[in-house]
Structure formats: C-alpha cells, structure tokens
C-alpha cells in the first residue's frame, strides 16, 4: 500500500472513531442504540467497536472505488459512505484493506469483522443490522456535516482525540 493510501486509511479510521462520539452529543441517541443493541443479543462493546470498523470499511470502500488520493478524501459524501454501508456485500468492504494495522486493534477489529461476515447466518444478520446502525449515524451527521471533511473539522473544534 503506497504512503497516500496509508494516509487514505488513516483519515477513514478517524472519521469512524469520531462518528458516534458526535452522534451521541444527543445522549438520547446513545441509550436508544445501546437498547437496540441489547435487544439483538450484542454485547455494546463489541457491537460499537464493529459499527466503528464498519464505518472505517464503508468509507475506505467509497474512497478506493471514487480512486481518492488523501487531499480529496475530505470532499467526500457521508451519504456516498452512509449507501456503502447498507449496499455493498461484507466481502467488497474488505477489498483493498492494508496489508499490515498501525494501530493492533484496528486489525483486531478488521479480523472480527471478517469472522462475522464468514461465520453464518446469525453473524451475518448482527453485521446487517450493524450496518443499519452505521448507515444511521452518517445519516444524522450528514445533515450537519455533509462531508467527510466537516465531520473531521466538527471533531477537531469540540477537542476529540485523533
């Protein structure tokens, strides 16, 4: 994976590891997801940690098939993402994933995702109601900050962390 690819991945996995911290600015929407997530039988620190890499697989599946390099990532739709999320097969958001994880958990996460995807019929459900989770919170921050760009901007001027 060439350095701009790399930098491609890592703008992906910021905007997923900043998605539900700005959805949940409405702390009602955090119990309504931890409810939902309860009631389909997914622990909440797993079933959140899968609608993260969910998110980072969803938006480095729209930048790699639009052939974004790192500057024009930030121009990108949330709705582009968001439809990725619900349209694409589990398999094609695994395409083109980074050889090697800077980050140990991030490739925890990928390997866990890859797990649900081939592991049956009930994994595979749980990812597409993840999926129906993900696609929600980009929706919601999408009419507030329709691109990948104002989402990073909105979570830099309330001091997430990168």
Same mark, same amino acid.
């Given at each position: 994976?060439?350095?701009?690819?790399?930098?491609?991945?890592?703008?992906?996995?910021?905007?997923?590891?900043?998605?539900?911290?700005? $959805?949940?600015?409405?702390?009602?929407? #955090?119990?309504? /997801?931890?409810? @939902?997530? #309860?009631?389909? +039988?997914?622990?909440?620190?797993?079933?959140?940690?899968?609608?993260?890499?969910?998110?980072?697989?969803?938006?480095? &599946?729209?930048?790699?098939?639009?052939?974004?390099?790192?500057?024009?990532?930030?121009?990108?739709?949330?709705?582009?993402?968001? +439809?990725?999320?619900?349209?694409?097969?589990?398999?094609?958001?695994?395409?083109?994933?980074?050889?090697?994880?800077?980050?140990?958990?991030? %490739?925890?996460? $990928?390997?866990?995702?890859?797990?649900?995807?081939?592991?049956?019929?009930?994994?595979?459900?749980?990812?597409?109601?993840? %999926?129906?989770? $993900?696609?929600? &919170?980009? $929706?919601?921050?999408?009419?507030?900050?329709?691109?990948?760009?104002?989402?990073? @901007? /909105?979570?830099?001027?309330? %001091?997430?962390?990168?």
């Amino acid at each position: 994976m060439t350095s701009d690819q790399d930098m491609v991945w890592r703008r992906c996995a910021y905007l997923a590891s900043v998605l539900l911290l700005l $959805v949940d600015q409405e702390p009602w929407r #955090r119990s309504r /997801r931890h409810e @939902r997530l #309860r009631d389909w +039988e997914i622990d909440t620190a797993v079933g959140e940690r899968l609608i993260e890499i969910f998110g980072v697989l969803a938006a480095h &599946a729209v930048a790699l098939d639009a052939s974004l390099s790192v500057a024009e990532f930030d121009g990108l739709s949330l709705l582009a993402v968001a +439809e990725a999320a619900t349209g694409k097969r589990d398999f094609e958001l695994l395409a083109g994933l980074p050889d090697t994880f800077v980050d140990a958990r991030e %490739g925890q996460a $990928v390997e866990l995702f890859r797990l649900y995807t081939y592991a049956g019929h009930r994994s595979g459900l749980q990812l597409c109601r993840l %999926g129906t989770e $993900v696609r929600h &919170a980009l $929706v919601v921050l999408a009419e507030r900050a329709p691109t990948c760009g104002d989402v990073l @901007r /909105r979570a830099a001027e309330a %001091g997430l962390p990168r």
